[in-house]
Every structure is written in C-alpha cells, then in structure tokens.
C-alpha cells in the first residue's frame, strides 16, 4: 500500500478503515465469520477500528499471539450536531474539538470534510443505511490580521476552541435569511442517492493539503495525520508482507478513540479485541476438541491441549505501535538529554516509571533483542521527570489482556499538529521491525 496514498486517503478514522480493508481484500483476507482454516488470513471491523489475524499452519502448546496495534484516530475538528451559524455575511460552522490538536495550526488551513451519513431511502423510509463520504469543497478558519491583534508576535495566538473554531464555509448562502436552519444539513444530502434523507452525521475537518516530501535529500515527510496513520501503515504492510508464522497467530489492530481515552465500544478499553480473541482461541480449541468440525488445523494432535485463553495471552507478546516525540532542534531543553530520540535514528522505545507505557522489563527485553538480530536501530524515550508523559492504548491492552506489551513508535515533529513531521527512513525500520517481530519464533 503506497504511504502517501494511505495518507491521503485516511482522512477520518472511518477512511482510515476503509482503506486497509481495501488492502486486505486485495492480498486475500477473507471476511471472518467464526470459522477458521489454518494459514489463512482474516479481518474483521467494528466501526471504525479493524482487527486483521492470520492463522497459523499448526495451533501448539507453545503457539502464542503476536499482536501489533496502533490507532486510527487522530485530533480534529468535528462539525456540531446543529452547526448553521451566521455572521458578518457569511455562513460558519460550529466545531468541536476532537482530542488535543495543536489549535493554532488549525488557522489559515485548507480545510477538506468528510465523514460517515447514516440515511433512509425515499422509498422505504425506515432501514437506516450508512454512507463513507468525502466533500469536494474547501472550508477555513482564518486568522485575525496582525493589524486587528497587536501583540500576537509578543505574546503568543491565543486560541478560544468555542469562540476561534467557526469554520467559514459559504458566502453565497449567506444573503439568504439569517433564520434558515439546516443549510449544512442539506448540503450533505447532496451526498446521498437522490430522494434520501439525511438522519445523522459524523463528519470532521480535515487538512486538505496532500503529503509532501521534504528536506534537501528528500529525507522527511510532512502530512497530516502522521500520528498515527504511519503506525497503521506499518502494521498493515508488515502482516500482509510476513512470512507466515508456523506456530503464532498473528494479529494487528487498529482502534478508534485513543485521542478521547479509548473508552469507547470500538475503542481499546472496549471489548472489541477479547471478543475476536475469545472466537479465534474457541475455533482453535473446537478444533483439537471435535475432529468433525471443518476447523481442525492441520497436524493437530487429537488430545485437547489444557489451556486457557488467558494463560495464553500471558506467553503471548504485544507491541503497542504510536508515534514518539523527536527532539526538536530549536528547543532540546523539552527533552531528557541521554533520553532524546532523534529524527531518522530508528524506532523508539517508550518506556515509563509511572507506567504510562506498557514497556516492562521483558517485552523491553525482547524488543532490544529483535532489534539488535534485525539491524535495527533502537532509542529510548523517557519523560523529564519535571514534565508529564503522554499514553498509548499499549496500557489498557496490557492489562485488560494480562499480555506482555512494549510500546514502541517513530519519531516526529510537531504532533497532534495539524501538519507534522517525520523521517522517510524511521518508517522504512518500522515496517521492517514489525515484520521481524510477526516472523519471530522465540
Ligand atoms: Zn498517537
């Protein structure tokens, strides 16, 4: 899958799940429906997350999992349920914030929307239907001049997310009546088959402006999304290009909500993984049960192996993939100084005293070995102690799950930025490192 066709294309969560089950289809995962052959591939959704697996050749007493898992979420602006604004002449719309972005980078933007419909058709007017959309329009959230804000070189852009995230987004419809509701509403059931209605919407804005290459030797990527699109990318490129694991079970996963706190029915805390987990194990143990079921995996021996799901998991290994904060050149005072990774020095281990990573000391372990038989590089992160650490969904899996998990990611610049920043080659080490980490048999 191209990167930046991913990035592209990836511009709401639920885009970001239409494009990889686009991928899988495309190198032969099937639709999963509780029935399983081994040395197959798989994958299933619940709203906007997906979870992919493949199947082992043979499910042994030592087969374990081995998941990757990484976010498809990222922070923006959301269009309001009643959104229809008006003032000096021009029709606005109300935003709410979705997760932390950078506010300021969010002004002066060429702003894309898109999002899911769920709509009723004219003719039967009660199953309610979805549809994945995408505008072809340009919206904006312009700044006040330098002239109408003297100080904001001194002081700094001050940002109020209900007062500054009116988005601009139609002149025309302005010299209609102030009083005129829905105008949004009906712009979006341009969208739909002709005569349907438009009962709800999940739409956001998004940074309309591709990604670019940069840098004099063309070293760095600048996109929106990065965080954390690039860990999905390398994931879905590293189950579908891994050799097939004779023994493990592979798995990779993508949840929606990290950046609202994952509590979501679709989101890391929710049971969306146990469950898949919970068929994939039952059709693995069916199968060493009931040699009448089509499920058997091959060579299986005819003794039911006396396990459970959880004892498994907690042989098993998890890497929980987001991005990492690069030291940023103009202020290296921000980070730890023998714990500052760097742009294009390789993959970062994230490791927390306060357990805001799920880093311990054995998957931290295994990762420095994978990494040092591979050739790759390593650094490691930490927080100053006089400054907090962010999270992951890397915690919460671990230990919902009892799985040992390390958490891991690229390092950028300028995150939850409306634009950001990363190294061409720190991608290329992941996508390498995660395979590596499917293929492994210790
Ligand atoms: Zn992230």
């Known amino acids: 899958m191209d990167f930046f066709e991913f990035l592209n294309t990836a511009v709401t969560p639920y885009h970001t799940v239409d494009a990889l089950k686009a991928f899988f289809r495309a190198n032969s995962f099937a639709n999963f429906d509780d029935v399983l052959e081994p040395e197959k591939s ?31 979420d990222f922070p923006s602006l959301k269009i309001s349920p009643n959104p229809d604004c008006f003032s000096a002449g021009v029709c606005t719309l109300h935003t709410e914030v979705y997760g932390s972005p950078l506010y300021t980078s ?78 949004f509403v009906k712009a979006l059931e341009k969208e739909l088959p002709a005569g349907a209605r438009l009962i709800d919407f999940d739409v956001q804005l998004f940074d309309a402006q591709p990604a670019n290459q940069g840098g004099f030797n063309d070293e760095w990527i600048y996109s929106g999304r990065l965080d954390n699109l690039s860990s999905c990318h390398a994931i879905a490129e590293a189950i579908v290009g891994a050799e097939s694991n ?84 103009n202020h290296t005072e921000k980070h730890e100084p023998n714990h500052a990774p760097l742009l294009g020095k390789g993959i970062v281990l994230k490791t927390n005293s306060q357990k805001r990573y799920a880093s311990d000391l054995m998957s931290s372990a295994k990762l420095r070995l994978l990494c040092e038989q591979a050739s790759i590089p390593l650094q490691v992160f930490i927080t100053r102690n006089d400054m907090p650490c962010g999270s992951t969904v890397g915690p919460t899996v671990s230990a919902n799950l009892g799985i040992p998990t390390v958490d891991i990611g690229e390092p950028m610049l300028s995150m939850h930025s409306i634009r950001e920043m990363m190294a061409a080659s720190d991608h290329a080490d992941m996508i390498k490192l995660v395979r590596v980490f499917f293929c492994d048999k210790n």
């Open 246 to 329: 004779e023994n493990d079970c592979l798995v990779a996963c993508f949840f929606n909500n990290e950046e609202v706190g994952s509590t979501t029915r679709e989101g890391a805390v929710g049971n969306f993984l146990q469950s898949v987990l919970d068929s994939i194990f039952g059709s693995f143990d069916l199968a060493q049960d009931d040699n009448s079921r089509s499920v058997i995996l091959e060579g299986q021996s005819p003794n039911r192996i006396h396990t459970s799901l959880s004892s498994r998991l907690s042989s098993s290994i998890a890497l929980s993939i987001d991005m990492a904060h690069a030291e940023h050149p």
């Open 42 to 72: 798989y994958f299933v959704s619940r709203g906007a997350s997906i979870i992919a697996f493949r199947t082992p050749k043979q499910w042994n007493e030592s087969s374990k999992f081995r998941i990757a898992m990484a976010h498809t």
């Open 106 to 183: 969010w002004l002066d933007r060429d702003l894309g929307y898109a999002g899911m419909l769920a709509y009723v058709d004219a003719a039967d007017g009660k199953t309610l239907k979805t549809k994945l959309f995408r505008g072809e329009k340009l919206f904006r959230i312009p700044q006040l001049a330098v002239h109408l804000n003297r100080g904001v070189n001194q002081d700094g852009l001050k940002v109020n997310p209900q007062i500054d995230f009116n988005a601009l987004w139609s002149g025309a419809s302005g010299r209609a009546s102030e009083g005129e509701k829905n105008l």
